[in-house]
């Protein structure tokens, strides 16, 4: 029996790459996702068996493109099994001083992309009457933050559209759910000192940053055996930040 396929975007760095990396080690195939290759994964795809871990280039925020996009992959590698909406931009900003087309990108690739993606994708898993969709949401969807107004509004999007979705396909076998990370160091959390990191740890009960491996455990979690009866539901992985 071939491994169950998983489309990841985002996966060229950060939490996607980390995921990617879980999700080959844990016998699925991986379809990644992102604009550029990277280094990383090109090694990932390297030490992997022939075909388990392959590259797509796409720019995510192209939405014209999506339907396209889903049907090579669909033909491509068949039958998917699961997809994790991952890719995002975190463009900050005082709300009043954000540019209208900031705003309007970021919506654009952290909401309405992965929706739109989803509904291709999903239709096979429909047919195929299985399938899993993991959502990369963010603890700032609840907690809020000052400067990400419009970044918690995209991933709050993202939570309602898991619980919808989940109640929407949840008879044809289809499981729906959203991981929220805290604070992750990657290149999207560069702009952030070392002091506030610092602060944002020592205010989490485990006095510690979540790490992307621990997002990548979670996520595998969530497409496993193990997860079959979870759906519509957020796992938060923040080293308790919002406990
Ligand atoms: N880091 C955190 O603290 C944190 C916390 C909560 C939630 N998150 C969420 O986790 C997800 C991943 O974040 P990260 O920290 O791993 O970010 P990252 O290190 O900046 O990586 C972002 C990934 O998305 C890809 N990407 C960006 N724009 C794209 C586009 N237009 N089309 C296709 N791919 C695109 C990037 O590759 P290319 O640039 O090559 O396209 C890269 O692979 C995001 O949704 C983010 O909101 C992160």
Same mark, same amino acid.
């Given at each position: 029996m071939s491994a169950p396929k998983v489309v990841v975007t985002g996966a060229s760095r950060g939490l996607g790459l980390a995921i990617s990396r879980r999700l080959a080690a844990s016998?699925?195939?991986?379809?990644?996702?992102?604009?550029?290759d990277s280094t990383e994964l090109a090694e990932l795809r390297a030490v992997s068996a022939p075909g388990?871990?392959?590259?797509?280039?796409?720019?995510?925020?192209?939405?014209?493109?999506?339907?396209?996009l889903a049907k090579c992959v669909r033909t491509t590698h068949g039958a998917i099994f699961g997809l994790v909406n991952?890719?995002?931009?975190?463009?900050?900003?005082?709300?009043?001083?954000?540019?209208?087309t900031e705003i309007e990108d970021l919506i654009r690739l @952290?909401? /309405?992309? %992965?929706?739109?993606?989803?509904?291709? =994708?999903?239709?096979? +898993?429909?047919?195929?009457?299985a399938g899993r969709i993991?959502?990369?949401a963010s603890i700032i969807a609840f907690t809020g933050y000052s400067?990400?107004?419009a970044y918690a509004a995209s991933k709050a999007s993202l939570i309602g559209f898991t619980r919808s979705l989940a109640r929407e396909v949840?008879?044809?076998?289809?499981?729906? @759910?959203? /991981?929220? %990370?805290?604070?992750?160091?990657?290149? =999207?959390?560069?702009? +952030?000192?070392?002091a506030e990191r610092d602060k944002i740890a020592q205010r989490s009960a485990l006095r510690r940053l979540a790490?992307?491996?621990?997002?990548?455990?979670?996520?595998?979690?969530?497409?496993?055996?193990?997860?079959?009866?979870?759906?519509?539901t957020v796992l938060t992985i923040d080293a308790g930040n919002t406990a």
């Amino acid at each position: 029996m071939s491994a169950p396929k998983v489309v990841v975007t985002g996966a060229s760095r950060g939490l996607g790459l980390a995921i990617s990396r879980r999700l080959a080690a844990s016998g699925f195939d991986v379809v990644a996702i992102a604009r550029r290759d990277s280094t990383e994964l090109a090694e990932l795809r390297a030490v992997s068996a022939p075909g388990a871990v392959s590259f797509m280039p796409f720019d995510l925020s192209v939405i014209s493109g999506l339907p396209e996009l889903a049907k090579c992959v669909r033909t491509t590698h068949g039958a998917i099994f699961g997809l994790v909406n991952n890719a995002g931009i975190g463009t900050s900003g005082v709300l009043a001083n954000m540019r209208d087309t900031e705003i309007e990108d970021l919506i654009r690739l @952290n909401t /309405v992309s %992965p929706i739109i993606l989803t509904k291709h =994708l999903l239709r096979p +898993m429909l047919a195929a009457g299985a399938g899993r969709i993991v959502n990369v949401a963010s603890i700032i969807a609840f907690t809020g933050y000052s400067g990400l107004a419009a970044y918690a509004a995209s991933k709050a999007s993202l939570i309602g559209f898991t619980r919808s979705l989940a109640r929407e396909v949840g008879r044809a076998g289809i499981n729906v @759910n959203a /991981v929220a %990370p805290g604070f992750i160091a990657t290149d =999207l959390t560069l702009d +952030m000192g070392e002091a506030e990191r610092d602060k944002i740890a020592q205010r989490s009960a485990l006095r510690r940053l979540a790490e992307p491996d621990d997002v990548a455990n979670a996520v595998a979690f969530l497409l496993g055996d193990g997860a079959r009866n979870i759906s519509g539901t957020v796992l938060t992985i923040d080293a308790g930040n919002t406990a």
